[in-house]
């Protein structure tokens, strides 16, 4: 079974409009840089994919990634825990002109949302936000003397992530802390796409180290000497 | 007045002091991280940051960053020995679990029965939360490290929380620039203050009544510069 795509275009081919995506990553660490710039030229080129909604911690950073998304004008709503950056102009400016929506998510919450949706339960309870404004018009019940706030599943068309080592099955390891949400996306999108910085055959990556199964990986491309989001920000690059 | 109020770094001390031998602590991004400066000698403690690290260090050398290695405040990390990465899940997992045994966070107020606003001020600007609902919850002491009041002298210890909440009864641990205060039963509890301030002046600068068990203590810090 061999999920290797052709292409970064290939691997972003399909994406269509509105789509719901999840991106990976952790501000910088974990970000799949390429995969994001693929789509935003593939937007640049025929006008789609548009009115997306991207799922991702933060709102992106300086004039890269997720931030020249959202500069580009092809995402509608953003679903995040910290729309907060060292360059948080790209969302700002359209937040407070209306032109982007916000779905403020506690960080935990965000997590637990994407990995119910991964392993396909529909709601759960958390004491996080209970009698706080991200709890209005949620149902709440009490367990064992403790206020607790239903949270429904997030699910997504897209995963676009990244991770350190593949083999062509779709098995994956992450670099240091870019782990992050990566495994919980790989879990809750319909099709879950992933760039890798070393691709291997079958067996290259020893059983026991793997963190994502290939079971829950649709596609991989090879990306050899990823590029990293904080140094893009930091040298002020622009896409 | 003949007090001078702690500065940021002494705030840091004295909660550090606190923290025992063989916990697992999360310190909130900004303010609280200058807690792990002052750790106190001999104690062995591990930091959680929420993006997926247990065990981290010092901030590396400038030039000597790796940007996959950082905490929640996306500030570059080092690891110390018997360090683990894992996923956001199973970061909060330790969070709402219970397993950690202590949160530091800021404030912007502190109500008498522990509710926390810290995460917006109004309904203006981009909100932005990140892991606060969720650490609040989560650790077996929730502490606060605050100025007693903020920059236009008023009360950030109040009787009730009139900026948006961050979590509901959640705080057990006040220090602040002028005082330790512990919550208690919906009650204030005046553990140390400066001892060169009377209690009137402490309880003048402080928005709900400081109940007193006990003695008070004198809060003495070095001079850290």
Redesign the interface.
């Known amino acids: 079974m061999d999920k290797t795509l052709p292409s970064l275009a290939a691997a972003v081919a399909d994406i269509p409009d509105g789509a719901q995506i999840m991106i990976g990553g952790f501000g910088g660490s974990g970000a799949p840089i390429e995969l994001i710039h693929a789509l935003i030229d593939r937007y640049r080129e025929t006008g789609s994919p548009r009115d997306l909604i991207v799922i991702n911690n933060n709102a992106g950073n300086g004039s890269i990634g997720i931030a020249a998304m959202i500069k580009a004008g092809m995402v509608a709503k953003m679903i995040c825990s910290f729309p907060r950056s060292s360059n948080a102009e790209a969302f700002n400016e359209k937040y407070l002109a209306g032109e982007i929506e916000l779905e403020l998510v506690p960080q935990g919450t965000l997590a637990e949302r994407i990995r119910a949706a991964g392993a396909g339960i529909p709601a759960f309870y958390t004491p996080t936000s209970y009698g706080t404004e991200l709890a209005e018009g949620k149902p709440v019940e009490e367990f064992d003397g403790k206020m607790y706030v239903q949270e429904r599943w997030l699910r997504a068309d897209i995963a676009l992530l990244k991770a350190e080592t593949g083999d062509t099955m779709g098995n994956l390891t992450y670099r240091l802390a870019a782990r992050n949400f990566n495994p919980l996306m790989a879990m809750a999108a319909d099709r879950t796409i992933v760039q890798v910085s070393t691709l291997g055959e079958p067996g290259t990556i020893e059983p026991e180290t793997v963190v994502t199964p290939g079971i829950f990986v649709d596609g991989l491309v090879h990306v050899p000497d990823p590029q990293q989001e904080e140094v893009l920000v930091r040298t002020e690059v622009v896409y | 007045m003949a007090y001078t109020k702690l500065s940021n770094a002494q705030i840091a001390w004295r909660a550090a002091q606190d923290i025992e031998d063989g916990a697992y602590v999360n310190l909130g991004i900004g303010f609280p991280e200058m807690i792990a400066k002052f750790q106190p000698e001999g104690r062995d403690v591990t930091y959680h940051t929420?993006?997926?690290?247990l065990g981290f260090g010092k901030a590396p050398a400038p030039g000597e960053e790796?940007?996959?290695?950082?905490n929640a405040g996306?500030k570059a990390i080092t690891l110390n020995p018997g360090a683990s990465?894992?996923?956001?899940?199973d970061?909060?997992a330790m969070?709402?679990g219970g397993h950690l045994d202590l949160a530091v966070l800021g404030a912007y107020q502190i109500a008498q029965n522990g509710?926390l606003a810290n995460w917006r001020v109004g309904t203006k600007?981009?909100?932005?939360?990140?892991?606060?609902?969720?650490l609040v919850?989560?650790a077996k002491r929730v502490a606060v490290i605050t100025d007693h009041v903020t920059k236009d002298g008023k009360p950030k210890l109040v009787e009730t929380c009139t900026f948006?909440?961050?979590?509901?009864g959640c705080v057990t641990q006040v220090y602040t620039s002028l005082a330790v205060v512990d919550i208690e039963d919906g009650h204030f509890v005046l553990r140390e203050k400066l001892p060169d301030m009377s209690f009137d002046e402490l309880q003048a600068l402080t928005g709900a009544t400081l109940h007193v068990k006990d003695s008070i203590g004198d809060l003495i810090v070095p001079d850290l510069g």
């Open positions: 929420e993006n997926g690290v790796d940007w996959d290695l950082i996306k990465f894992f996923h956001h899940a970061s909060f969070v709402r509710d600007g981009v909100p932005a939360v990140g892991g606060a609902m969720d919850h989560g948006p909440l961050t979590g509901l």
